[in-house]
């Protein structure tokens, strides 16, 4: 089966910019979680959407949002971005609670 | 808070040797605990996943346990070969926060040829 599909696989921006990424789960998830990944702070948690209502969320300023469509695929979008945001953004989707979690290829974002 | 360790943070093998990549947790309140591997600016792939009540998995030539009660699980990876060269996540998911993972920092593995 596919697996969980990320677009676009790259991006460059300039300060002060938005940005959205797409997320594609696994047919039959429902979770969908996104993750910032930097060489300094490792994977942080962004925010977690199941059945198009955000569950749980993460430490990251207003300007990173998300969403959740009835088909389970999900949007994170970036307004007003910073240097500081350069990072691979990665999604993954979970079946259930104690399911494990499938991760995609992401996405890296670079902000010049 | 839940945290997550993993020794050692770098490894160098040659090849055909067997490793063992070390993981301990703080907080054994967990659903379940997976090990993932990463190349260089890719995604997550799931190697095995054990759950919370399990012992152990294997998957070919590698072998995952868990001892839910000390914090700790050790990935064992028989007869390395340099397509294993990697970094090796150990991620655990706390019963307190849900859906919110907890990442280990890793243990990168060079497999020489």
């Known amino acids: 089966k596919a697996g969980v599909t990320q677009t676009p696989r790259y991006l460059i921006k300039t300060r002060g910019q938005q940005v959205t990424l797409s997320c594609s789960p696994i047919?039959?998830?429902?979770?969908v979680s996104w993750y910032q990944q930097t060489p300094g702070q490792g994977l942080q948690f962004l925010f977690e959407?199941?059945?198009?209502?955000?569950?749980n969320k993460g430490n990251f300023p207003g300007r990173f949002s998300g969403r959740q469509f009835s088909n389970s695929r999900s949007e994170m979008n970036v307004s007003t971005l910073e240097l500081g945001d350069s990072a691979l953004y990665l999604c993954?989707?979970?079946?259930?609670?104690?399911?494990?979690?499938?991760f995609g290829s992401g996405t890296r974002l670079t902000v010049v | 808070k839940q945290e997550v360790t993993q020794i050692p943070a770098a490894l160098s093998v040659p090849e055909g040797e067997n490793l063992v990549l070390n993981c301990s947790f703080t907080?054994?309140?967990?659903?379940?605990l997976q090990w993932f591997r990463q190349d260089p600016g890719k995604g997550l792939t799931s190697l095995l996943l054990?759950?919370?009540?399990?012992r152990e998995q294997t998957s070919g030539r590698l072998n995952a346990s868990l001892d839910k009660s000390s914090g700790r699980s050790t990935l064992y990876i028989a007869a390395s070969q340099p397509g294993d060269s990697a970094t090796y996540l150990c991620v655990v998911r706390p019963e307190t926060s849900g859906s919110r993972l907890t990442f280990g920092e890793g243990t990168q593995l060079t497999v020489n040829p």
């Open positions: 959407y199941f059945s198009e209502t955000q569950r």
């Open positions: 047919s039959g998830h429902r979770s």
């Open positions: 993954a989707s979970s079946s259930g609670q104690l399911e494990g979690y499938t």
């Open positions: 907080d054994s309140a967990i659903y379940n």
């Open positions: 054990i759950q919370s009540s399990q």
